[in-house]
């Protein structure tokens, strides 16, 4: 289990909690690697060490200065409900290993049921502006996915991720939530709040829980979404801009999930046909996901043991 004072190095080295005005930038994760890979970071304590250069060993000296407040914010996370998880540890997602190391979370805040983190998980994403048809084929494929007994990975945003979260939700689903705003915002909408109260909802945050909107956390946690998926889908994109898109190119090109995406002539499947051409499978609407999403025979793109393979060689 990780000491607290490895998870304040974390939020001081890497996010805004307790901060000051007089501080310098964050820094990267691949950044805060180096610094573990060199053995420069033990604890709250940065060592003097020839790989990591004095100027970037001062910063995280003063980044960490402000660990003692930040420990009074890890303590309020607490009694909201939160814990914090890190790679060392053995609950952390091994799904996150399939992320380039400059894209792997070195925190997880975890609210809510972390069973649901050993189901088979789909992921979804797609536009946030769509036309009702498109609506209501993401809320059918939700409930799908709610009774084939599978676990939803989504951003919660509106759109696409409403669309389908609502269809599992309201037939019985279960969610993985990796928000980009703050969480007591999403938590408003009585049907999240209420499938977190019955142990049908995790809420998993690569950022500060409250920490608010911004264009590079929705890029973040949109490789953590498609990662955690087994295999992901991608109902609706705009060809060559949107986080959707990206996303799924980003994840087609890494190989660290599946995705899948619908093949149409609609203005909102516009992306999707980019996506298609670049090495997404079809989605047959009219098939069961399991059968589709799941099967092993028939896939050329990477599974998660050939590419934790590739990593530990």
């Known amino acids: 289990m990780a000491t607290v004072e490895e998870i304040c190095s974390r939020l001081c080295l890497l996010t805004r909690a307790a901060w000051e005005d007089a501080l310098p930038p964050v820094m990267t994760r691949l950044a805060v690697s180096r ?6 970071l033990t604890g709250l304590t940065i060592r003097d060490t020839d790989e990591i250069p004095e100027a970037m060993r001062n910063r995280a000296r003063m980044l960490l200065s402000r660990s003692a407040a930040v420990y009074d914010c890890l303590n309020e996370y607490g009694k909201c409900g939160y814990r914090v998880v890190l790679p060392e540890e053995e609950d952390w997602p091994l799904q ?4 380039k190391e400059s894209l792997r ?10 069973e649901l983190l050993s189901g088979r998980l789909i992921a979804f994403a797609g536009s946030r502006d769509i036309q009702r048809e498109t609506y209501a084929c993401a809320y059918e494929l939700g409930r799908k996915a709610a009774e084939e007994g599978l676990t ?23 969610l993985i939530l990796v928000p980009a705003q703050p969480v007591q915002r999403i938590l408003r909408d009585e049907m ?12 998993l945050c690569d950022a500060l829980p409250d920490e608010r909107f911004s264009a590079q956390r929705a890029i973040a946690r949109n490789h953590v979404i498609y990662a955690m998926g087994e295999a992901a889908v991608v109902v609706a994109a705009r060809a060559g801009i949107g986080g959707s898109w990206h996303g799924a190119m980003d994840c087609l090109r890494g190989a660290y999930t599946r995705v899948w995406t619908i093949d149409g002539d609609a203005a909102d499947y516009e992306g999707n046909r980019g996506l298609l051409q670049a ?8 098939d069961s996901l399991s059968s589709q999403c799941f099967a092993e025979a028939g896939c050329d793109q990477i599974s998660l043991f050939d590419q934790l393979q590739i990593d530990n060689k």
């Open 192 to 203: 999240l709040a209420h499938a977190l109260a019955q142990g049908r909802l995790l809420l």
């Open 279 to 286: 090495g997404a499978f079809a989605l047959d609407l009219k």
């Open 35 to 40: 610094l573990i890979d060199a053995g420069a």
């Open 96 to 99: 996150m290993r399939r992320l």
């Open 152 to 174: 939803i990975v989504s951003g919660g945003a509106r759109g696409v991720d409403t669309a389908v979260q609502r269809g599992a939700l309201e037939n019985g689903g279960k």
């Open 105 to 114: 979370p070195h925190f997880l805040f975890m609210k809510g049921c972390a």
